[in-house]
């Protein structure tokens, strides 16, 4: 028998799913004992070089409101032709293309390795992909011709059949035509007015259709032409579209003496929305919203033009002086509702030194699956190669996105889901799986992802039905399916099916093997995901409460010890890293917005609720890598014992990646002895460190910061900000402690917070 470590491992390698327990409790008061819920994360697009799509369409259940998909799981009678479906029992005959099948000869989806598999299915006129650029005017020169020149380079990535449409805005908004040769046409909004999809529609000329086909069904690709001329084919007009780029100029509107120039996003998404809605519903396409400042005139802006008037802090929106926040809020989540529906991703690429509105925007990206990236010029290699990125391709050459995808839920009749959080909306399917208790989006089956990349991953909770009395009996196994509908790069529609099951397990005798079966790691990152939605409603320190009081609760169900003895206390192997990741994601700036503008705290959150498991741990507990003369380079504990001045050290927090020189190293640094000879060691140690961090940079999307810092140098806050405080001011003098660095904090360190930990756990009043 393989160990849980390579079993989960195994799991995640095959189907991209990582369950908080890998054995199930069969009643719901002992799930409800176990603390953390039965739960996974759940990658649907995880790349697999090895599981070519099949080219035949998925065979299902035919009760009407089941409609499982057939897997390894079914049982099947190869003589009679009948599958039993393994979630609802019902008896279904093969369809004829199946005559031949036989245990010798069995159809992919029936073999045990094939529990994730993907259908290419035919029916139905592929649609092209739609990338449509909303560009802001309003940015200093340099930074806008940078932008003019990664919009260019993009347009050579795309695929020649992409349709792609301009829209540029400052104080007024003009949609770009982009068919007509030799002129330069475009149809201007005013920025102040709010227009309905119906308005932007009959202004564009979009309501007469060219056939007499009903407007509202997509289209199909051949008669698109002459009805939209704000979309048009990479290929038509890839010349007047980098001549009309190369052309763009800054917004005319003279910006007075301390003013912010006048910026009309909200309307300019809105007729981005409009378009697309009356054009291409329910087809792959993608908003690119380039702001270089926060929206200041019109529906949805965020602060006024007056720069005397700071945008708002954290102070401002506990003190409820933030008075255009929740009218832009709700003004975006309606355009980003309405854009989900119809299947639109936003992407915000927003660059500006100060805050430029994410706070309020945040949703058109969270609930449409499209990219937030943060930085502080369009004119820095982060934004440039961030930005060309987002059209890298797969090992097939196909783009890393896909496009409209709709998630489904199947459980066997033990369990319900709770819901999911991720970059998804609900699509409010009721039926007998779907729980009365919500986490996260709940109340549905289904959720519609409208952009997904191979790495976006979901967090999906579910409940156990049976109640203490009628547990599930032994010897049985839950099974749940993951069924995914999307629209390929390549425009193909695609249905991807994981089924995956577990062993029910009875929580009285057997609670050593549940304990066993603990992963831990996910588990830190799906209560954290908890944590961070909860953190969007409630008040920062609620949420620090009730991560607590999940952890001590923990601790008493599996901790052995002593009543009253904290010394006695004891945590098994698979539960002994998950409280110092409750430690550190309590300090991350996910839970704390303390030093961090309300736009960073949403970027942050942005990305912890979308990236896979490995990301996410990096994202709560960063890595720390030493480099000296006393070794090969190796992972430290993320410590202030670990500063030593004769170490370089790599930190990876997802988001900045920190190369810190100790004082010894930084000093021969600073002395030139890397440029002499003789000192050719010290010169590859310097270099060891900067190779590490090129490769990490080569593949992270969206690129980390790059911070070079030394011992004394005030970026080396990084890195201080981020380590376990083991050595402060408070007991830097206590006796024989010479190693590390001392921090000045007074956040408590690990071994003070164990210490409380095993106090609260082992205590006899709690």
Same mark, same amino acid.
């Given at each position: 028998m393989a160990t849980y470590q390579e079993f989960i491992q195994q799991n995640e390698d095959r189907d991209g799913v990582r369950f908080s327990w890998n054995l199930w409790p069969s009643s719901r008061l002992e799930a409800t004992r176990l603390v953390v819920p039965v739960s996974c994360l759940f990658t649907p697009l995880k790349e697999r070089p090895d599981l070519p799509p099949v080219q035949y369409e998925p065979v299902m259940c035919s009760r009407a409101n089941c409609k499982a998909v057939l897997n390894p799981l079914c049982q099947v009678d190869f003589r009679a032709k009948i599958w039993a479906c393994n979630f609802c029992f019902q008896r279904n005959p093969f369809p004829p293309s199946y005559a031949g099948i036989s245990e010798v000869n069995q159809p992919a989806e029936l073999m045990p390795q094939f529990s994730t598999i993907e259908y290419i299915v035919q029916?139905?006129?592929?649609?092209?992909?739609?990338?449509?650029?909303?560009?802001?005017?309003?940015?200093?020169?340099?930074?806008?011709?940078?932008?003019k020149e990664s919009l260019q380079m993009s347009l050579s990535l795309l695929p020649p059949n992409a349709l792609v449409g301009l829209i540029t805005f400052g104080r007024m908004v003009q949609v770009h035509e982009l068919g007509c040769e030799g002129i330069a046409k475009s149809y201007v909004f005013r920025g102040t007015k709010d227009l309905s999809s119906k308005q932007i529609q009959e202004m564009l000329g979009l309501t007469k259709p060219a056939g007499p086909g009903p407007q509202g069904r997509p289209a199909a690709p051949q008669n698109v032409a002459p009805t939209c001329r704000f979309l048009q084919s990479v290929h038509k007009v890839d010349m007047n579209l980098t001549d009309l780029l190369g052309e763009l100029q800054r917004d005319p509107w003279p910006v007075p003496q301390g003013k912010r120039p006048l910026r009309s996003t909200g309307v300019a998404l809105s007729v981005a929305v409009g378009l697309l809605e009356g054009t291409f519903p329910n087809t792959g396409a993608r908003v690119m919203l380039?702001?270089?400042?926060?929206?200041?005139?019109?529906?949805?802006?965020?602060?006024?033009?007056?720069?005397?008037?700071?945008?708002?802090?954290?102070?401002?929106?506990?003190?409820?002086?933030?008075?255009?926040?929740?009218?832009?809020?709700?003004?975006?989540?309606?355009?980003?509702?309405?854009?989900?529906?119809?299947?639109?991703?936003?992407?915000?690429?927003?660059?500006?030194?100060?805050?430029?509105? +994410?706070?309020?925007?945040?949703?058109?990206?969270?609930?449409?699956?499209?990219?937030?990236?943060?930085?502080?010029?369009?004119?820095?290699? +982060?934004?440039?190669?961030?930005?060309?990125?987002?059209?890298?391709?797969?090992?097939?050459?196909?783009?890393?996105?896909?496009?409209?995808?709709?998630?489904?839920?199947?459980t066997s009749r033990e369990l319900k889901v709770c819901g999911a959080i991720g970059p998804c909306v609900s699509l409010n399917s009721k039926g007998p799986s779907v729980s009365e208790n919500e986490l996260g989006v709940g109340g549905t089956n289904q959720w519609k992802v409208c952009s997904v990349n191979p790495s976006t991953t979901?967090?999906?909770?579910?409940?156990?039905?049976?109640?203490?009395?009628?547990?599930?009996?032994?010897?049985?196994?839950?099974?749940?399916?993951?069924?995914?509908?999307?629209?390929?790069?390549?425009?193909?529609?695609?249905?991807?099916?994981?089924?995956?099951a577990r062993n029910w397990a009875d929580a009285q005798s057997q609670i050593q093997h549940i304990e066993s079966s603990f992963d831990q790691e996910a588990a830190a990152v799906l209560m954290a995901r908890l944590g961070v939605f909860r953190a969007e409603s409630e008040e920062g320190p609620d949420v620090l409460r009730w991560l607590d009081r999940q952890l001590i609760r923990l601790c008493q169900k599996f901790g052995q010890f002593n009543k009253d003895d904290p010394t006695s206390f004891k945590l098994s192997e698979s539960l002994s890293l998950y409280p110092q990741f409750m430690f550190h994601l309590r300090r991350s700036p996910f839970l704390q917005v303390f030093n961090n503008s309300p736009d960073e705290s949403s970027y942050y959150r942005h990305h912890f609720v979308r990236q896979d498991l490995t990301q996410s741990l990096i994202m709560i507990q960063p890595i720390l890598y030493s480099y000296s003369f006393y070794g090969?380079?190796?992972?430290?504990?993320?410590?202030?014992?670990?500063?030593?001045?004769?170490?370089?050290?790599?930190?990876?927090?997802?988001?900045? +990646?920190?190369?810190?020189?100790?004082?010894?190293?930084a000093q021969w640094r600073k002395a030139g002895y890397q440029e002499m000879a003789e000192y050719e060691n010290f010169k590859q140690l310097l270099q060891a460190p900067l190779d590490d961090a090129q490769e990490i940079l080569q593949t992270r999307f969206p690129m980390p910061r790059y911070i070079d810092t030394e011992h004394g140098g005030s970026q080396a806050r990084f890195l201080l900000s981020k380590v376990n405080p083991s050595q402060t001011h408070n007991n830097l003098y206590a006796w024989g402690q010479e190693t590390g660095a001392p921090i000045l904090t007074d956040d408590v360190s690990l071994q003070v917070f164990m210490d409380h930990l095993k106090k609260l756990a082992v205590s006899s009043s709690a």
């Amino acid at each position: 028998m393989a160990t849980y470590q390579e079993f989960i491992q195994q799991n995640e390698d095959r189907d991209g799913v990582r369950f908080s327990w890998n054995l199930w409790p069969s009643s719901r008061l002992e799930a409800t004992r176990l603390v953390v819920p039965v739960s996974c994360l759940f990658t649907p697009l995880k790349e697999r070089p090895d599981l070519p799509p099949v080219q035949y369409e998925p065979v299902m259940c035919s009760r009407a409101n089941c409609k499982a998909v057939l897997n390894p799981l079914c049982q099947v009678d190869f003589r009679a032709k009948i599958w039993a479906c393994n979630f609802c029992f019902q008896r279904n005959p093969f369809p004829p293309s199946y005559a031949g099948i036989s245990e010798v000869n069995q159809p992919a989806e029936l073999m045990p390795q094939f529990s994730t598999i993907e259908y290419i299915v035919q029916r139905g006129p592929t649609a092209p992909l739609i990338f449509l650029y909303v560009v802001d005017t309003c940015l200093e020169e340099e930074d806008l011709q940078a932008l003019k020149e990664s919009l260019q380079m993009s347009l050579s990535l795309l695929p020649p059949n992409a349709l792609v449409g301009l829209i540029t805005f400052g104080r007024m908004v003009q949609v770009h035509e982009l068919g007509c040769e030799g002129i330069a046409k475009s149809y201007v909004f005013r920025g102040t007015k709010d227009l309905s999809s119906k308005q932007i529609q009959e202004m564009l000329g979009l309501t007469k259709p060219a056939g007499p086909g009903p407007q509202g069904r997509p289209a199909a690709p051949q008669n698109v032409a002459p009805t939209c001329r704000f979309l048009q084919s990479v290929h038509k007009v890839d010349m007047n579209l980098t001549d009309l780029l190369g052309e763009l100029q800054r917004d005319p509107w003279p910006v007075p003496q301390g003013k912010r120039p006048l910026r009309s996003t909200g309307v300019a998404l809105s007729v981005a929305v409009g378009l697309l809605e009356g054009t291409f519903p329910n087809t792959g396409a993608r908003v690119m919203l380039f702001i270089g400042g926060p929206p200041t005139q019109g529906p949805g802006m965020v602060v006024g033009d007056e720069l005397k008037t700071p945008i708002r802090s954290w102070h401002d929106i506990q003190k409820d002086n933030a008075r255009h926040l929740k009218k832009a809020t709700k003004y975006y989540e309606a355009l980003a509702n309405r854009s989900a529906v119809n299947g639109h991703s936003i992407d915000i690429y927003a660059c500006a030194l100060d805050q430029t509105g +994410l706070l309020e925007m945040k949703c058109l990206s969270n609930l449409t699956g499209g990219h937030i990236v943060m930085g502080d010029s369009f004119n820095t290699s +982060l934004f440039k190669q961030t930005f060309q990125r987002v059209f890298s391709k797969d090992y097939n050459g196909d783009f890393r996105m896909a496009f409209g995808g709709i998630l489904e839920v199947k459980t066997s009749r033990e369990l319900k889901v709770c819901g999911a959080i991720g970059p998804c909306v609900s699509l409010n399917s009721k039926g007998p799986s779907v729980s009365e208790n919500e986490l996260g989006v709940g109340g549905t089956n289904q959720w519609k992802v409208c952009s997904v990349n191979p790495s976006t991953t979901l967090g999906i909770y579910f409940e156990v039905v049976n109640q203490h009395s009628a547990p599930v009996p032994q010897g049985g196994r839950g099974a749940i399916q993951f069924v995914t509908q999307y629209q390929h790069s390549s425009t193909q529609r695609r249905i991807r099916v994981t089924t995956v099951a577990r062993n029910w397990a009875d929580a009285q005798s057997q609670i050593q093997h549940i304990e066993s079966s603990f992963d831990q790691e996910a588990a830190a990152v799906l209560m954290a995901r908890l944590g961070v939605f909860r953190a969007e409603s409630e008040e920062g320190p609620d949420v620090l409460r009730w991560l607590d009081r999940q952890l001590i609760r923990l601790c008493q169900k599996f901790g052995q010890f002593n009543k009253d003895d904290p010394t006695s206390f004891k945590l098994s192997e698979s539960l002994s890293l998950y409280p110092q990741f409750m430690f550190h994601l309590r300090r991350s700036p996910f839970l704390q917005v303390f030093n961090n503008s309300p736009d960073e705290s949403s970027y942050y959150r942005h990305h912890f609720v979308r990236q896979d498991l490995t990301q996410s741990l990096i994202m709560i507990q960063p890595i720390l890598y030493s480099y000296s003369f006393y070794g090969p380079p190796e992972p430290v504990l993320l410590d202030s014992s670990s500063i030593l001045p004769d170490r370089i050290l790599l930190m990876d927090t997802f988001f900045q +990646l920190v190369i810190y020189h100790g004082e010894t190293i930084a000093q021969w640094r600073k002395a030139g002895y890397q440029e002499m000879a003789e000192y050719e060691n010290f010169k590859q140690l310097l270099q060891a460190p900067l190779d590490d961090a090129q490769e990490i940079l080569q593949t992270r999307f969206p690129m980390p910061r790059y911070i070079d810092t030394e011992h004394g140098g005030s970026q080396a806050r990084f890195l201080l900000s981020k380590v376990n405080p083991s050595q402060t001011h408070n007991n830097l003098y206590a006796w024989g402690q010479e190693t590390g660095a001392p921090i000045l904090t007074d956040d408590v360190s690990l071994q003070v917070f164990m210490d409380h930990l095993k106090k609260l756990a082992v205590s006899s009043s709690a």
